[in-house]
């Protein structure tokens, strides 16, 4: 995994980390990537969340069966897949967004799960997660990801990204 890549991916995006609140970052995507993002919970059983990236917008699923912490979480890493540009060209149906949507559900779903490309990409949006949290956490704003009004004023020492191993 490229940690440079990915680290540098999150400084890219210029966020002010001292206003985080979710929804306000995904604001903050959306104005970056210059398209809508659309963020939706629904309640599947077997999945945590996808990304799709279709001809004129974004879309983020997440299970609203988990509970809100890893609700969050989940937005953060398919963020990550966003912004790393790990959502896979499709060739047909440019002008259509249901078409489009479809015929990417189907392109993922028949990826191997031990697929190494997509355990790479798995691992690098974790980092991005991580790295996210960290400037999330070194701005006292924890409290937005853990729903805990006392989570800032747990110590967490300041994040350098150098310790994460895969896994
Ligand atoms: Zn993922």
Redesign the pocket.
């Known amino acids: 995994m490229d940690t440079k890549r990915v680290r540098s991916a999150v400084d890219s995006l210029n966020y002010g980390w001292h206003r985080f609140s979710m929804l306000h970052f995904i604001e903050h995507i959306a104005t970056v990537r210059q398209r809508p993002l659309h963020v939706n919970g629904v309640p599947l059983a077997g999945f945590s969340g996808m990304c799709l990236s279709t001809a004129h917008n974004d879309y983020i699923f997440y299970n609203l069966r988990y509970h809100a912490i890893l609700q969050l979480h989940t937005q953060l ?1 398919e963020i990550a ?1 966003l912004m790393l540009g790990h959502t896979r060209k499709l060739d047909l149906d440019r002008n259509s967004d249901l078409g489009s949507m479809l015929l990417h559900i189907n392109n993922r779903i028949r990826v191997a799960p031990n697929d190494p490309i997509v355990k790479q ?2 691992d690098e ?1 974790e980092y991005f997660a991580i790295v996210v949290q960290g400037y999330i956490a070194n701005h006292r704003r924890l409290h937005q990801l853990t729903l805990s009004d006392h989570a800032d004023d747990i110590y967490m020492p300041p994040f350098t990204g150098n310790s994460v191993s895969g896994g």
């Open positions: 890493h897949h990409e798995e949006a």
